[in-house]
């Protein structure tokens, strides 16, 4: 004989799987301080200047 199964907590429970993952994705998206992306956008630009400025010209 099959499981029974309440419709409506298996329909919540799916919804609560999706939100987990939309929260975690989010995490990863916004999850950083604006002085801390700020300060790596900083140390990026300053490593490309200086990759460019060791540059040997052809």
Not at 13 to 37: M, S
Request: proline share 2%; glycine share 4%.
């Amino acid at each position: 004989m099959a499981e029974v199964v309440n419709l409506n907590k298996a329909r919540k429970a799916k919804a609560r799987a999706e939100d987990k993952t939309r929260a975690a994705q989010n995490r990863v998206r916004f999850g950083r301080p604006k002085a801390e992306t700020a300060t790596s956008k900083l140390e990026a630009e300053r490593a490309r200047r200086d990759l460019d400025g060791k540059k040997r010209e052809d």
